[in-house]
């Protein structure tokens, strides 16, 4: 009897172990789930945490009801959040595709509390179980609570370097399902001969297996239908990567790249984007050997840069390496890159462009900067002062830089505020704004150490689109989309400069979107 009770209480030190992994898988799951459907992936997490701790509180102070059929308890909180958690994400693309708009918030945030008091529930009464087999209460709780401790540290590694990037958040989740469901009918078993209907839990059991497991090997090709109704055209290609989730679609001959739902360009207008993106920063700079793009992944910057003779090396600074190899290898970006990461000219450097300028000794003729929106932190800290500060000091004395600063229209506050940061360095600024059907009205921002006569550029390669004289009537803004911006009180808006220690970009961002 004593061996078996020891058994026992190590069945559960492992099983508060392994529920604790389970519970902080779920627990970051729900906030890349978040952060990747709803957007700005700070506030998400921030949200999930607090839920899920909330409900953990909760779930605790329930748990001093439970004295009875302690096991019992256990094995059906294991049973629903084997359920609830492993159908999480699965529904949550359902309710995304067909739900009103905010359901699928509303979804989110319940499922993370629930999910959190179920797994504030566990504990207590796993630490209970264990003294009531005749461990002393205080040994019994330093081992529960060490077990779920170092199996977080467990739970959190498991999600962000394995489960996330090799196996996507749907399977993931319906994983973590099985695991649950696993632990549920081994406990089940050892303690079979405390426990009365056996034939009731274990066909409970047997039942979430058969849809968990169904999940797991269907769900995601059924969550990926879901998914395509978040988009216009048919998906070729979807990929969770370590970074972030990149989608391309194609559809009679409109290719799109999305990363995180955001739209990077259309095929059918790219050459807008990227010809004024390229070309004014190329014909101003008064050499060209050396260039440096910071984003720009997929190569389209790239083959633009390297249609100019001069160009001796081009140093492509992409964060992650899933989508420099889907534009070095998908046919449907060759066609649009002209192979450009092929070029032996171009060094493809996978690395965070913030970090690479901070550890770069190199100076560039032309910093081409085709960045994502700052619309979360991480991508804050790269329209800060500090970023082109670093940007001022990687550009040679006669070198031009141009930046993509998001629509002064739609967002006006922001890219003026991108305006005031990059002057702030001592960079002299010339705006650009142009109409991209797929995006809007979209602008940028020429930036130099000595200032340059627009009116002097000239185009001189062929383009689909920009010549010198549209060039000169970009720089001329409407009433609604220039400098001078006035509040409803109708005081003008002081603008002051984004810094890595006072962010304002963010929220402005936030503002300025929620309406489109």
Wanted: net charge negative; proline share 3%; hydrophobic share 45%.
């Amino acid at each position: 009897m004593e061996t078996e009770g020891i058994k026992k209480s190590h069945l559960i030190y492992w099983a508060s172990g392994i529920v604790s992994i389970c519970g902080i898988i779920f627990e970051v799951l729900f906030g890349a789930l978040g952060s990747y459907i709803l957007g700005d992936g700070v506030k998400q997490y921030t949200i999930t945490i607090s839920l899920f701790l909330t409900g953990m509180g909760i779930g605790a102070s329930i748990s001093e009801k439970v004295m009875k059929q302690l096991i019992v308890t256990f094995i059906w909180i294991e049973f629903m959040v084997a359920f609830i958690g492993g159908f999480s994400s699965f529904m949550m693309f359902g309710m995304t595709a067909y739900a009103p708009d905010g359901t699928d918030a509303l979804f989110l945030y319940m499922v993370t509390f629930t999910i959190g008091a179920l797994t504030g529930l566990e504990l207590p009464i796993l630490i209970r179980k264990a003294n009531e087999i005749g461990v002393e209460l205080s040994r019994s709780t330093a081992r529960v609570l060490f077990s779920d401790y170092a199996g977080g540290l467990i739970g959190g590694l498991l999600f962000a370097f394995y489960l996330r990037p090799q196996m996507g958040m749907v399977k993931s989740a319906f994983l973590v399902g099985c695991i649950n469901l696993a632990v549920a009918a081994i406990v089940l078993y050892l303690f079979r001969s405390e426990i009365k209907r056996m034939a009731v839990h274990v066909s409970a059991a047997v039942f979430i297996g058969v849809l968990l497991i169904g999940g797991l090997f269907f769900g995601e090709e059924v969550a990926f239908s879901f998914e395509q109704k978040l988009y216009k055209d048919p998906i070729v290609h979807s990929e969770e990567s370590n970074y972030q989730k990149v989608i391309l679609t194609r559809d009679e001959g409109d290719t799109r790249l999305f990363l995180d739902g955001s739209l990077q360009f259309s095929s059918i207008d790219e050459h807008r984007y990227h010809e004024t993106l390229v070309l004014p920063a190329m014909e101003a700079a008064e050499k060209k050997e050396s260039v440096l793009i910071l984003g720009g992944g997929d190569g389209i910057a790239a083959h633009e840069v390297l249609r100019y003779d001069e160009v001796d090396h081009v140093a492509l600074v992409d964060l992650d390496p899933a989508v420099t190899d889907l534009a070095a290898n998908n046919r449907h970006l060759r066609e649009l890159n002209h192979g450009a990461l092929d070029d032996e000219r171009v060094e493809v450097i996978n690395d965070d462009a913030f970090q690479f300028l901070e550890d770069s000794n190199e100076l560039y003729d032309v910093v081409i900067i085709d960045l994502p929106d700052p619309n979360n932190e991480s991508l804050n800290k790269l329209y800060t002062r500090e970023f082109y500060s670093l940007v001022r000091n990687h550009l040679t004395p006669q070198g031009v830089s141009m930046i993509q600063g998001t629509s002064p229209v739609f967002a006006r506050e922001v890219y003026w505020t991108i305006d005031t940061t990059i002057r702030d360095t001592g960079l002299s600024v010339e705006n650009f704004h142009v109409d991209i059907p797929s995006f809007g009205n979209w602008g940028f921002l020429m930036a130099s150490r000595e200032p340059v006569a627009v009116e002097d550029i000239e185009i001189t390669k062929d383009t689909e689109f920009l010549t010198a004289d549209l060039l000169q009537s970009m720089t001329v803004f409407g009433k609604d989309e220039d400098r001078e911006i006035v509040n409803r009180n109708g005081e003008s808006v002081s603008l002051s400069p984004n810094t890595l220690i006072h962010p304002n970009l963010i929220q402005k961002y936030e503002q300025a979107w929620q309406n489109y």
